[in-house]
């Protein structure tokens, strides 16, 4: 599967201010994907990276406090705008490939825990 | 619309009983996919097991074991003889063949006391 990085791994921020996670893949993937996990939450899906186009965003969530990129197969970029307590969260990278069976198998990254001040 | 429920928020056992943990799904979907994930304190996300709608058969992996029910919507985990280094948050979740991402349950935090 694929092996995924994220930076920063952590970080402490103040309010107000914007932070950019990085999304490193080791081989080229059709789908990504980028989840929040808020603190002791489950996984919320925050928006489907598309290469090439605008992200697809899910309910609640909007291009403009998450904004994201995907300039190629192996790469994609998660902003956090105008940060808040509320935001602090843990931003997890996903990657999808299909297995034999035609199921989408996710493997995640190690995640962004972000800290709010 | 997919939603996923694990009611047992914590678990807690001694080792070496076996614990399960419930898992129960709604879709409209007649083609899907069930998984199960493990997060330890370490808070990666590591996959555990992918079934799909078409097979009901039960599946085991040395002491982890997983039943499948369509009849009842549920797909629950067993660990036998459970060990400390169970001790994680489990997540179920579901996607259809549609749909890319998957839809996650609330997560169950088992610990398992030495």
């Known amino acids: 599967s694929a092996v995924i990085s994220q930076k920063p791994s952590r970080d402490i921020c103040q309010r107000g201010t914007s932070l950019t996670i990085q999304c490193q893949v080791d081989?080229?993937?059709?789908?990504m994907f980028w989840y929040r996990q808020q603190p002791g939450q489950s996984l919320t899906l925050i928006a489907t990276?598309?290469?090439?186009?605008?992200?697809?965003?899910e309910s609640g969530f909007v291009i403009d406090k998450f904004p994201i990129s995907r300039p190629n197969l192996t790469f994609s970029t998660l902003t956090v705008s105008n940060m808040s307590p509320e935001d602090s969260s843990i931003y997890l990278c996903?990657?999808?490939?299909?297995?034999?069976?035609?199921?989408?198998?996710?493997?995640f990254g190690a995640g962004s825990r972000l800290t709010v001040l | 619309a997919q939603k996923v429920t694990q009611a047992q928020t914590e678990i807690s056992v001694v080792e070496k009983e076996d614990v399960t943990l419930d898992c129960v799904y709604e879709?409209?979907?007649?083609?899907?996919?069930l998984f199960w994930y493990k997060q330890p304190p370490s808070g990666e996300l590591v996959f555990l097991i992918r079934?799909?709608?078409?097979?009901?058969q039960n599946e085991i992996s040395g002491r982890y074991s997983w039943n499948f029910q369509k009849s009842t919507s549920s797909f629950n985990f067993t660990i036998t003889a459970s060990q400390v280094v169970d001790s994680a948050v489990y997540f179920c979740?579901?996607?259809?063949?549609?749909?890319?991402?998957?839809?996650f349950g609330s997560g169950t935090r088992l610990q398992v006391q030495p």
């Open positions: 879709t409209r979907d007649t083609t899907y996919y």
């Open positions: 079934r799909n709608s078409f097979d009901e």
């Open positions: 979740a579901l996607s259809d063949t549609g749909r890319r991402a998957l839809t």
């Open positions: 081989s080229q993937v059709t789908m």
């Open positions: 990276a598309n290469q090439g186009s605008e992200a697809t965003y």
């Open positions: 996903s990657v999808g490939a299909r297995d034999f069976s035609g199921a989408n198998v996710l493997t």
